[in-house]
């Protein structure tokens, strides 16, 4: 099968680099460990993270400011369910306010039951929360999301203006999205990320939601590259990939392509020079 598989090439302004990210431990995650019925009890509705999962935020966001990461992402995208834009501003929100610069907070304090301080929203990229990218609908309470209004008035700074409805009208009671729609949705959100301008934007997404909508990618590649494409995300894990335009979706010119020739002049390349020009010798 190796041999069968050969590099591929593709020109880099076709390319987004896509930092991947599962949300941090939910209250959820823990009682349905233990009992997988407490995914369908209304306790864990909209459910928030844990003290260990903002430990683990607190990792993240370490890891991501050592590798310089934090500097390089122009856009994130999280999923509007209190656990993701708790991990989405805990990892890739600002630093601490500077004397005479107001501005609204990512997270006011202590909200969701955090038990945080406010976090800034200075020196960070823009947060856009999209529906396309939330977990599993329907049945489980903890994937039912509250009002718009009451999330504004919590991350006053994520941009929710591409959320049609205040109220959540895609989750239903009684239905649970197949697997298959879920990874429907997925790939209609990556196709939705190439009419971004943005060429560098992390994700704050969830487990069900990576894994279906990954597994239709990695068929053409080596199996141990479809195996790390695929397989399911641990709470507050990163993974970076690439993902590329095949069929010019995207309309961004090139900017680091330069088009040569400047100042004009003959140079025409050796192989052509002979077709062209077989009378006067070879031009190397």
């Given at each position: 099968m190796d041999a069968m598989i050969s590099p591929g090439l593709y020109p880099l302004h076709r390319c987004k680099t896509l930092h991947l990210v599962r949300h941090a431990q939910g209250v959820h995650n823990v009682a349905g460990g233990i009992d997988h019925a407490a995914y369908s009890s209304e306790e864990y509705f909209d459910a928030h993270l844990t003290p260990l999962g903002w430990q683990q935020v607190d990792h993240l966001r370490n890891h991501v400011h050592e590798t310089g990461l934090s500097k390089k992402v122009d856009l994130v995208i999280v999923s509007p369910l209190l656990r993701t834009m708790q991990t989405a501003v805990g990892v890739f929100g600002g630093e601490g306010y500077k004397d005479g610069i107001e501005v609204p907070p990512l997270m006011v304090a202590n909200a969701g039951q955090s038990d945080?301080?406010?976090?800034?929203?200075?020196?960070?990229?823009?947060?856009?929360?999209?529906?396309?990218?939330?977990?599993?609908?329907?049945?489980?309470?903890?994937?039912?999301?509250?009002?718009?209004?009451?999330?504004?008035?919590?991350?006053?700074?994520?941009?929710?203006?591409?959320?049609?409805?205040?109220?959540?009208?895609?989750?239903?009671?009684?239905?649970?999205?197949?697997?298959?729609?879920?990874?429907?949705?997925?790939?209609?959100?990556?196709?939705?990320?190439?009419?971004?301008?943005?060429?560098?934007?992390?994700?704050?997404?969830?487990?069900?939601?990576?894994?279906?909508?990954?597994?239709?990618?990695?068929?053409?590649?080596?199996?141990?590259?479809?195996?790390?494409?695929?397989k399911h995300f641990a709470n507050c894990e990163l993974r970076?990939?690439?993902?590329?335009?095949?069929?010019l979706m995207g309309s961004d010119p090139a900017t680091t392509n330069y088009p040569g020739k400047i100042p004009g002049g003959l140079d025409l390349p050796s192989d052509v020079a002979d077709e062209k020009l077989p009378d006067e010798g070879k031009v190397n």
């Open positions: 945080r301080p406010e976090i800034s929203s200075l020196n960070c990229p823009p947060f856009v929360a999209v529906e396309l990218c939330r977990e599993h609908l329907g049945v489980h309470p903890c994937d039912r999301r509250r009002s718009i209004n009451e999330y504004q008035s919590l991350f006053p700074a994520i941009d929710f203006s591409l959320i049609e409805n205040d109220d959540d009208v895609l989750w239903k009671a009684d239905t649970r999205e197949k697997n298959e729609e879920v990874a429907a949705r997925g790939m209609k959100f990556l196709s939705w990320l190439w009419t971004r301008k943005e060429k560098e934007i992390a994700i704050v997404t969830h487990s069900g939601f990576l894994y279906h909508t990954l597994s239709a990618f990695g068929s053409d590649c080596h199996p141990s590259v479809k195996d790390e494409i695929c970076s990939v690439v993902i590329i335009d095949r069929s």
